[in-house]
């Protein structure tokens, strides 16, 4: 009965959201988040302005006015999670911040300290237990952030912050480290979801956290070879903001683009939504700079393709900070679009729409972006809505008829794919051509320009959700893949098997939850993207339940063809992993190419096949 | 007066050549050279049954019926060669081949023998002399083929020809190799143009060439996903041929396709005429296999893209034979494209003709292929034609009057686009659209689809020619870089002044020649592809005088920006340049990662970076 009214809701709103709230206009894409800095949460995801907190027991209401849904009550969302998770939400139960956490005492290598405090400026390192804190761990939600906010208890911190401001200084720096046997680890924009930034507790060394992100500044754009050239420390938003004051974007747009850094996408060898037109990071990185013990790997001349044997870029990607430090790139840079255009598409089902995605990639067609979610996301979607005013329920209620009555659209089925096309206007024009009349031999339907950017703009909002329902002791984490075509299904149900299970044999209370999404297609598969949660009143020891079930859906993903990572990386939390991806020599051959970088090991975060160090 | 005749003649040609010999109606691109396979020359370029030779001492005429250009006869090539080159030409002067090339005798490691004779079937391994002379070199014009032909003066040549029939005897024979410390190089098709093949002279132990064109075997396909798993071994016209069969295309087309292998092009970091649909080698490559003496370099699971720490297969492009022997690839495979259209523009100048691409860049009617040749290259296709009939002839004066007189092009100054698209016949007619109309704002015009097409049939008698031009003393190179848009007319200009210099110098007789094109553009530059040529009639040394002159061009183009190359490789002749364009850590980290696969240097050909093993 509660799941049939959800429904009567859900349904109606999906056409009822491009009439929605015309007092508030969508601004463009890039400016889907506010451009100004703000204060940030110490631990949590994203700026103190933001936050999603309980009006009333059964409304949930967003602060702040920094996006699109700031300022949002919504009167759904309590309901939406006590039904798919079969549970009863009140706002007493919820997790109390632990006011001051517990930081070990610094571990301080005396020698290294003086050589610092003698060569640069007092500010620029630090031993307060709150930055340290800060600095000692990423955005895994709950080996991070559940236990830093709830439970204060990681066991090992960095030891010292430092900020360099310039390439030279990160060359004394490991210089320093090298002489005095300190253990550096590269910090970014902190936005990791792979324990990348986990102090590894059986480091004997000093530990220090080279934070770059005073190292911010475009050094150069070069308009004639739509090249540009950034320190490594400059946040996403930041570059954005100064590339397109001079008519530019780097194309490059994950969704902690606010938060991340040019360095930390390298290093974790980012995806970005507009990957179609712009291309992963890989492909927007011309050239980097990685400073490492030994010297520095680069190459000296930047042109636009090479045949020099193997390319030193390549140790770049993927080296979570294994190798030495990144301290600048070369990027393209691309003219603003002349044209942008939203739209979205509605499936009946999930099947119908991979479908499409796959005969998609066949054409000429493709945009900037295009995204399938699950039914369970558009649910989702809609449960973060706000109540509808008397004439657009009547309205909702029409359409919901329509689309379930009439065109025959199963709520509990349909699924929604949103879409950005960039590019000249003759070449939107033949995007939305080929989309719009390739879906209809689908079965989708155009479900309207609005939809499409709301979806895009829900994206800011999903890590600020996360933190909203730890506190509720919902559990919630997200985890990617990718698959060839034909595995997407298996894979999909495989995850949901697998998860009921263990909700199962863990005696989760309620029921589990889980969607999913294909947020980019490529040639030969796709990248899906996973939500989970279950909610962990009553659990002995929640983390380690969610730790088992974590591993055994990642277990389930391989072994029904899909890849450890897309884009989130292997960090600590999925390095076990390895030795069933790589083979015994390429682990073998990636640890002594580490050692003949930084024989000492001074970069010590030990991130996936680094956890050990070779020894002859 | 000469020059003035020779134009007339050029010029005329230019809108006379798809009026051309209808009774030979050119064939698609895919069947541009003949599907079968054919005897191949020993050390020449290409099959026996495609020579350029005299008819007559002013006319030269293409033997056999392999390409569109078979049968031709040639009434103005010797011209053009005399009035460009400066010289005359007397089919008397030309070099007569060595009968019978001294080839050293094999170093035989008994050990190692003895063990291949008891392993494997005894038509697997040769220690024949032919057999090993073909197997120690590739194709460099100067270097290889001159000296192989004309002065028989290899210092080294391979021991042995190994054939395996493989991956298990790939293993077993390097576990051989490592065991009795023998040097192992791998061999494809024998086409690269870098020295990768040269045996070093220094090398003291048995070397043995491991021929890998018995394993050419397409494993599998999958079109569920468009992928396809080959052996290494097999020639780019086999796996075209096959794929074609089933409605698939790999796209990789480099001008070597007959002859070159996978294994080659990744070994090599290839790049293919219609890279801009298909992407090159590292584009088409999902994942392969490189067997090293202490095991495999690869990833387990092939999905569509991977944030999994350093990519293993990113050892392999430009591994140039130093690590080990791949032994197979997974390729990403396309449906044959539904549309496919040949066009050609002629621009005013190669400044206009390459103001119009990097505009094109800007656009999304991007076509398959586009190249932009100079005038020179103009020219010199002109001097491959046959003789026109009487009405052509008229037709043609008609039009070089038009395009003189009433349009204004400098038959010394215009230059030629070649243009293949595909895709959906709606991309098609896109990128034609797109193409045309932009070529007119840059002062371009349409040339038809038939001298596009003659273009691209052109590439296939290159090499023909280059062995033709050796046979009259005239000694020619092409080689590659790759720039920035804004150095294209800077770099080209210090190599032709170069080049002029360096002829002063050393007393070449005559005037050197040099033409070049743009083959390939990308978002941040092109490549730029230049033939050089030179008559060493007379010179005491002329490999040496070539030698000095072409690491001075090469130095030339580093110091004007461009690469060391684009798309050739590095192999020997390159090597001494690799410290300006590496940081000396780079190469130490390199050569240690090798070291790591292959301990012992068994894969001691010496390319790149590795002509120094690391003692340590």
Same mark, same amino acid.
């Given at each position: 009965m509660v799941e049939a009214v959800t429904l009567a809701i859900v349904v109606g709103a999906v056409f009822a959201i491009y009439l929605v709230k015309r007092r508030r206009s969508y601004r463009d894409l890039d400016a889907f988040y506010d451009l100004s800095e703000g204060e940030r949460f110490a631990h949590r995801w994203g700026y103190t302005d933001t936050r999603f907190e309980f009006e009333d027991p059964r409304t949930v209401k967003v602060t702040g006015s920094r996006y699109p849904i700031s300022g949002y009550r919504m009167?759904?969302?309590?309901?939406?999670?006590?039904?798919?998770?079969?549970?009863?939400?009140?706002?007493?139960?919820?997790?109390?911040?632990?006011?001051?956490?517990?930081?070990?005492?610094?571990?301080?290598?005396?020698?290294?300290?003086?050589?610092?405090?003698?060569r640069f400026k007092a500010d620029q390192y630090s031993r307060d237990a709150k930055e340290r804190l800060i600095h000692s761990h990423g955005q895994l939600s709950v080996d991070e952030i559940y236990r830093v906010l709830y439970s204060s208890s990681l066991k090992r911190t960095v030891?010292?912050?430092?900020?360099?401001?310039?390439?030279?200084?990160?060359?004394?720096?490991?210089?320093?480290?090298?002489?005095?046997?300190?253990?550096?680890?590269?910090?970014?924009?902190?936005?990791?979801?792979?324990?990348?930034?986990?102090?590894?507790?059986?480091?004997?060394?000093?530990?220090?956290?080279?934070d770059l992100r005073r190292m911010n500044r475009i050094l150069w754009i070069d308009q004639e070879n739509y090249l540009a050239c950034a320190e490594a420390g400059i946040l996403g938003k930041q570059l954005e903001v100064e590339l397109e004051r001079k008519g530019y974007t780097s194309g490059h747009d994950p969704d902690s683009v606010e938060l991340s850094t040019l360095g930390g996408w390298i290093a974790t060898n980012a995806s970005g939504m507009k990957k179609n037109r712009y291309g992963n990071i890989e492909e927007i990185v011309l050239e980097a700079t990685l400073v490492t013990p030994t010297g520095e790997i680069e190459t000296k001349h930047v042109t636009p393709r090479n045949s020099t044997g193997i390319q030193p870029r390549s140790f770049l990607f993927g080296s979570e900070g294994n190798f030495g430090i990144i301290t600048k790139a070369v990027i393209k840079v691309h003219h603003l679009p002349e044209a942008r255009k939203y739209g979205s598409l509605v499936f009946p089902s999930f099947e119908k729409g991979v479908g499409f995605l796959k005969a998609l990639r066949?054409?000429?067609?493709?945009?900037?972006?295009?995204?399938?979610?699950?039914?369970?996301?558009?649910? =989702?979607?809609? !449960?973060? *809505? #706000?109540?509808?005013?008397?004439?657009?329920?009547?309205?909702? %209620?029409?359409?919901?008829?329509?689309?379930?009555?009439?065109?025959?659209?199963?709520?509990?089925?349909?699924?929604?794919?949103?879409?950005?096309?960039?590019?000249?206007?003759?070449?939107?024009?033949?995007?939305?051509?080929?989309? =719009?009349?390739? !879906?209809? *031999? #689908?079965?989708?339907?155009?479900?309207?320009?609005?939809?499409? %950017?709301?979806?895009?703009?829900?994206?800011?909002?999903?890590?600020?959700?996360?933190?909203?329902?730890?506190?509720l002791q919902i559990l919630g984490e997200t985890f990617e893949t990718s698959v060839p075509w034909d595995k997407i299904h298996q894979v999909c149900q495989a995850v949901q098997k697998e998860l009921d299970e263990q909700a199962v044999r863990h005696h989760i209370p309620g029921k589990p939850y889980l969607q999913y999404r294909v947020p980019q297609t490529y040639h030969t598969g796709v990248c899906i993207y996973f939500t989970m949660g279950f909610c962990a009143k009553g659990l002995e020891r929640p983390d380690e339940v969610f730790h088992v079930i974590e591993r055994r859906l990642r277990q389930v993903i391989l072994d029904n063809g899909g890849s450890l990572s897309h884009h989130h990386g292997v960090g600590k939390i999925r390095q076990g992993f390895l030795p069933q991806v790589q083979t015994e020599n390429t682990i073998h051959v990636l640890r002594q190419t580490k050692k003949a970088m930084d024989p000492n090991n001074i970069f010590g975060i030990r991130n996936g096949v680094f956890h050990a160090f070779p020894e002859d």
């Open positions: 009167p759904y969302l309590v309901s939406f999670l006590e039904d798919t998770l079969d549970i009863s939400i009140h706002p007493d139960d919820m997790n109390v911040e632990v006011e001051d956490q517990e930081v070990p005492e610094p571990n301080i290598n005396g020698g290294f300290l003086a050589s610092v405090q003698a030891d010292l912050v430092f900020y360099p401001e310039g390439e030279d200084e990160v060359r004394a720096v490991i210089e320093l480290a090298n002489e005095h046997n300190v253990c550096l680890v590269p910090y970014g924009g902190g936005t990791n979801v792979s324990g990348a930034l986990a102090c590894p507790v059986e480091e004997q060394r000093m530990i220090v956290s080279v066949q054409t000429g067609g493709l945009p900037a972006s295009i995204r399938l979610g699950s039914n369970k996301e558009l649910r =989702f979607a809609q !449960a973060l *809505k #706000h109540e509808p005013t008397f004439l657009k329920g009547i309205k909702e %209620k029409v359409q919901a008829f329509f689309m379930q009555k009439i065109l025959g659209f199963d709520p509990m089925q349909m699924v929604v794919c949103t879409i950005v096309m960039e590019g000249s206007k003759g070449e939107v024009r033949q995007q939305d051509k080929t989309i =719009f009349s390739l !879906a209809k *031999k #689908h079965g989708g339907m155009s479900a309207g320009a609005s939809i499409g %950017k709301r979806g895009y703009a829900l994206t800011f909002g999903i890590a600020y959700i996360r933190d909203f329902v730890n506190e």
